[in-house]
């Protein structure tokens, strides 16, 4: 039986941009695979690294416990630095592990896909946000930059656990620990 054709919805195939942003996640995992398998790990690797790769997922968990997806624009907290706080917690996730990898080929499979794909991703976002919070996101763009934050005095820790778990943001921290014990692994046996 043929389907019934969507009145007032068109749908169409998604586009290079859309499709690379859907993907992003599995392609993730392919790709820290390839990074695990190239890396070339010391003891100081490890030690320089780390902090940058700990630093990220703790913006992103300060991000995961403010940001109320699509039903209020989140200001406050890490997001009254950068308006990209997450994608800035990846960036240095990535770095962290670039470091750790004391590989040239694993560091840029990390770096270069990250800064090919997450401009058009952080563009795209701040579209949808514009669309559903007009008026506030314009200020709101005036204000914070976009991606590097910008540090200021006086702005309130704003966390909740509640929703950092709502968020299961607790995802990056295992990934963190997950991928720490393979770097260590592959030291030790190396």
């Given at each position: 039986?043929?389907k019934?054709?969507?009145?007032?919805?068109?749908?169409?195939?998604?586009?290079?941009?859309?499709?690379?942003?859907?993907?992003r996640v599995?392609?993730?995992?392919v790709?820290?695979?390839?990074?695990v398998?190239?890396?070339?790990?010391?003891?100081?690797?490890?030690?320089?690294?780390?902090?940058?790769?700990?630093?990220?997922?703790?913006?992103?968990?300060?991000?995961?416990?403010v940001?109320?997806?699509d039903?209020?624009?989140?200001t406050?907290?890490?997001?009254a630095?950068?308006?990209n706080q997450?994608?800035?917690g990846?960036?240095?996730?990535?770095?962290?592990?670039?470091?750790?990898?004391?590989?040239?080929?694993?560091?840029?499979?990390?770096?270069?896909?990250?800064?090919?794909?997450?401009?058009?991703?952080?563009?795209?976002?701040?579209?949808?946000?514009?669309?559903?919070f007009?008026?506030?996101?314009?200020?709101?763009?005036q204000?914070?930059?976009?991606?590097?934050?910008?540090?200021?005095?006086g702005?309130?820790?704003?966390?909740?656990l509640?929703?950092?778990?709502?968020?299961?943001?607790?995802?990056?921290?295992?990934?963190?620990?997950?991928a720490?014990?393979?770097f260590?692994?592959?030291?030790?046996v190396?």
């Open positions: 039986m043929p019934a054709p969507l009145v007032g919805r068109r749908e169409t195939a998604p586009t290079g941009p859309m499709m690379v942003q859907k993907l599995p392609l993730g995992f790709i820290a695979a390839a990074v398998y190239f890396a070339e790990p010391t003891l100081v690797s490890i030690l320089v690294g780390l902090p940058v790769a700990v630093a990220g997922a703790l913006f992103r968990a300060l991000a995961a416990g940001i109320r997806k039903s209020a624009l989140a406050s907290g890490v997001y630095l950068t308006r997450l994608y800035f990846s960036s240095l996730l990535a770095t962290g592990f670039a470091i750790m990898s004391r590989n040239e080929i694993a560091a840029v499979l990390l770096i270069v896909p990250f800064g090919l794909v997450y401009p058009t991703v952080m563009l795209r976002e701040e579209a949808h946000l514009a669309r559903l007009p008026d506030e996101f314009r200020i709101y763009k204000k914070v930059p976009r991606f590097f934050p910008r540090p200021r005095l702005v309130p820790l704003s966390f909740s509640d929703q950092y778990l709502s968020n299961r943001e607790y995802n990056t921290a295992v990934g963190l620990a997950a720490l014990a393979l260590v692994a592959k030291w030790w190396g």
